[in-house]
């Protein structure tokens, strides 16, 4: 009986905690949105997506396997909330993820759930696109008309398609008119990798990795040159700053 009451009262905790915080979240970005700094996607529902998030966070566990809606702050949880709202995403989509660092969570935004925001951002014509090369492929290299490196041509090889081994990538975008491209080398990608909290390798998922990691380094700077009242452009930047400390010697080992 006292097990039962015991159960019944964390239940309760949890419902409570799951409302106060959905509720501040859900709060924040229609006050937002009536202010003028945020434009959501027309067929996004706040509501359903945070209930989404709840659903996946009550199995989402930290390095150490404990539930991070328990090891996390309150604040951080409300905040990786905020971050996934901001930029219209649902995890349900697979557009991101919740990680945990310490007791603080964080929102990590997926190669897919990247593009589907940068369409909102102002400036950006196009959706970013990124492409695999692989070793056997036939490319050739050039420069824009701004003296950007760019892939003149690309002749992809099934073989080295199916030997699935990754060379380099590169990504392309239309921005204000021109396009913009940049091309990376995989040692040049590991070095990206290397500056990541979790210092891993991505042995699972390569392809997205790659992909993720070159159109960050394509639109980083762009979106550093937008509106100082672009809320979207502000909190990507933020975000992607989270999960890599370009600006810190000390690398952070997740189990």
Known sequence: MENQQKNELQKSKVIEFEKNISDSVTNRVNQLSKDGRLNLPANYSVGNAITSAWLILQNTVDKDKRPVLTS????????????????????????????????QLSWFTSYFGKCAALRRVKGFETEPIATLIYEGDSFELG???????????????????????????????????????????????????????????????????????????????LLQTTNDDDLLAENIIQNEDQHYDFSETEVVEEA
């Open 143 to 221: 420069l824009n008309e701004l003296n950007e490196e760019v892939i003149i041509n690309h002749i992809k090889s099934w073989d080295a398609k199916v030997k699935n081994n990754i060379i380099g990538a590169y990504a392309t975008v239309k921005y204000k008119g021109i396009t913009k491209s940049v091309v990376m080398t995989m040692r040049e990608i590991r070095e990206a990798w290397s500056k990541s909290k979790t210092n891993v390798e991505h042995k699972d998922f390569t392809g997205e990795y790659v992909k993720r990691t070159v159109i960050n380094r394509l639109v980083k700077m």
């Open 72 to 103: 996390c702050t309150k604040e951080s949880v409300a905040n990786a909330l905020l971050d996934m709202a901001i930029m219209g995403l649902n995890p349900a989509k697979k557009q991101g993820y919740f990680i945990a660092y310490g007791n």
